[in-house]
């Protein structure tokens, strides 16, 4: 028996959340679910792993600082030192103070961009790729939960008793 997806439509958020939630109790993995906006409560229904979207923050945030740090130590001390109001860039450590602004926002620009690519490569959003969603319906007002499975008669049947709307076999 080969794999087969069913796409199953869901009017409302809570009833999908509640769905989700009688699903994962049943022992079946859904594989995506595709909603018009964010649903609270469905990641904890479907138990899925908090993301590591903030650990790669971090460390997008301590590249950049440590990049803007050689980047005025550069520019400042090594490479055209000035005299500004009769004080001498001759070190680091004496001038940081002046530079907290400069790298702050270095670090928020590098921080913020870093991010913008990580999105565009993990979720696979360039221009002109098509979209993965299974139901153009789902950027408007229907929520779509994804599940493969081989037991398409179980699963159907659960999915109408959980208050699915409209269910695919694909």
């Known amino acids: ?30 594989k995506e679910v595709f909603t018009p906006f964010a649903v609270h409560g469905l990641p904890e229904a479907l138990h899925v792993p908090r993301t590591r979207i903030a ?8 590249t950049a600082l440590g990049l803007g740090c050689f980047g005025v130590w550069y520019m400042m001390i090594h490479d ?11 070190t680091f450590y004496h001038n940081v103070p002046a530079w907290i602004p400069v790298l702050f926002e270095f670090t928020v620009f590098c921080a913020a961009h870093f991010m913008f690519w990580t999105l565009l490569f993990r979720s696979w959003i360039f221009p002109g790729v098509r979209p993965k969603n299974p139901d153009p ?4 007002d229907k929520f779509l939960m994804l599940i493969e499975t081989n037991d398409t008669d179980k699963v159907s049947r659960l999915l109408r008793e959980t208050g699915a709307s409209e269910i695919k076999i694909v």
């Open 55 to 62: 650990i790669a923050a971090f460390l997008y945030g301590l």
């Open 80 to 90: 055209w030192q000035m005299d500004v109001g009769g004080k001498p860039n001759f």
């Open 137 to 140: 319906r789902t950027t408007d």
């Open 1 to 30: 028996m080969s794999t087969k997806a069913i796409h199953a439509i869901y009017d409302d958020d809570e009833v999908l959340v509640s769905a989700a939630k009688r699903i994962h109790a049943a022992g079946i993995t859904v």
